[in-house]
Each structure stands twice: as structure tokens, then as C-alpha cells.
């Protein structure tokens, strides 16, 4: 079983700081790299996903990818109390559509 | 445009009981799939269905059974509840490899 490790926190940042959520995955065949956020008692949303070596950026949030050191990142700007919630990094399993979960971090925003 | 849906959104079975989670996409996805999600566990795939009338083995199939009833819908069967499969259960559905996964909102079973 590929297998997709986080930082299993919690992450507690202030408001305003930058949070920055950490992953690394074991199957060098992965092509597709993705970001959810998960709020309490909902279910995943997709934010950010990132095929490509280097940054993306979507408002807020840059997704940073290293496929040599296997290693995807995603920093959240000018945190928000409603950032508040469990990230899921989830990685393609080979070249398939599955996709592989990371257990979550979960980030806090203090105001 | 629903997206995923899911019912029921709860239940509680006693063990040895059967039931059926039902899912439907209305995004015209290929690909659809099951997940339970355990407290530490994350999100773990029980089965799923690469194009209608096709399904496979997840990471945790024991004591499920899935249908593929058409392009939309995807069934998940478990015919002898055990406390084990108390979780909370995600569907989705994708079409390509990049785009990612749309969830539907998630059944809570309670398996007593």
C-alpha cells in the first residue's frame, strides 16, 4: 500500500501568521497531488492541486511540489480564523484516478 | 447541480443487520468511490468503480459489497453489520487524473 505521511499536529498558528501543512508520499509513479480541507462534520473539499515541480498559487494558498524529494506543501497566507480546519494531502496511486489519504493535519487559527 | 449525493446522512444498525448506502453523481463521472473515515485511521478506500459495470477492491473491502447500477450510482452493501464498521462513510466521484476527487456529504453509520 502507497502510503501518504502528514504532520499529525494539531497546528495552532495566530491570525495573520502563515501556516504551512507538510507531506510526503512513497510512490515515485505519482503524478497528481492534491489539497483538501475538511471542516468538523463535513466532508472534503478540494483546494488546491498541483501536477508540476514548483509553487502554485491560488489566492491564499500556494501549493509547493518536490517529486525528487517526494515532498508536497501547502502555506495558507494571512491565516483566518475560518482556515480552522483538518488538511488532507492525497496523492494519485501510480497513474491511476485513486488517490491515496493522508491521517489530516489539523490547523488552528487563533484571532 | 447536486454533485454528490448520499443518503442516508445517518443510521444506526444493530449487529447482523443489512443495509445499503446509496450515492448518485450528476457530473457524468466515470470513476466513482467508496471511503470509510476512522479518528486516526483517515480516509480508507473500501471499493471502487472505474467505469460502469466495473468494480475493485480498495484497501478495506471486507464485509462489503458494492453495485455499479449505471453511470451514476454506486451502491455499498454491508449484509452483517459488525461493530467494526462503525465509521463515517464518504462516496465520490472523478473523471481524470486531474481533477481530483467531489465528495458527497457523508453517512454516519453507528453499528450497536
Known amino acids: 500500500q502507497k502510503e501518504v505521511e502528514q504532520n499529525s499536529g494539531p497546528l495552532s498558528v495566530p491570525e495573520g501568521a502563515i501556516a504551512s501543512l507538510n507531506c510526503t508520499y512513497s510512490d515515485r509513479g505519482s503524478q497528481s497531488f492534491f489539497w483538501y480541507r475538511q471542516y468538523s462534520g463535513k466532508s472534503p473539499e478540494l483546494i488546491m492541486s498541483?501536477?508540476?515541480?514548483g509553487d502554485k498559487e491560488d489566492g491564499r494558498f500556494t501549493a509547493q511540489l518536490n517529486k525528487a524529494s517526494q515532498y508536497v506543501s501547502l502555506l495558507i497566507r494571512d491565516s483566518q480564523p475560518s482556515d480552522s480546519a483538518t488538511y488532507l494531502c492525497?496523492?494519485?496511486?501510480?497513474?491511476?484516478?485513486?488517490?491515496?489519504f493522508g491521517k489530516g493535519t489539523k490547523l488552528t487559527v487563533n484571532p | 447541480n447536486a454533485g454528490v449525493t448520499q443518503t442516508p446522512k445517518f443510521q444506526v444498525l444493530k449487529t447482523g443487520q443489512s443495509m445499503t448506502l446509496q450515492c448518485a453523481q450528476d457530473m457524468n463521472h466515470n470513476s466513482m468511490y467508496w471511503y470509510r473515515q476512522d479518528p486516526g485511521m483517515g480516509l480508507r478506500l473500501i471499493y471502487y468503480?472505474?467505469?460502469?459495470?466495473?468494480?475493485d477492491k480498495g484497501e478495506v473491502p471486507n464485509g462489503y459489497n458494492v453495485s455499479r447500477l449505471n453511470k451514476r450510482e454506486f451502491s455499498l452493501r454491508l449484509e452483517s453489520a459488525a461493530p467494526s464498521q462503525t465509521s463515517v462513510y464518504f462516496c465520490?466521484?472523478?473523471?481524470?487524473?486531474?481533477?481530483?476527487?467531489?465528495f458527497g456529504s457523508g453517512t454516519r453509520l453507528t453499528v450497536v
Open positions: 465520490a466521484s472523478s473523471t481524470g487524473t486531474l481533477y481530483g476527487y467531489t
Open positions: 498541483i501536477y508540476s515541480n
Open positions: 492525497a496523492v494519485n496511486n501510480g497513474g491511476s484516478e485513486k488517490l491515496v
Open positions: 468503480s472505474a467505469s460502469e459495470g466495473t468494480t
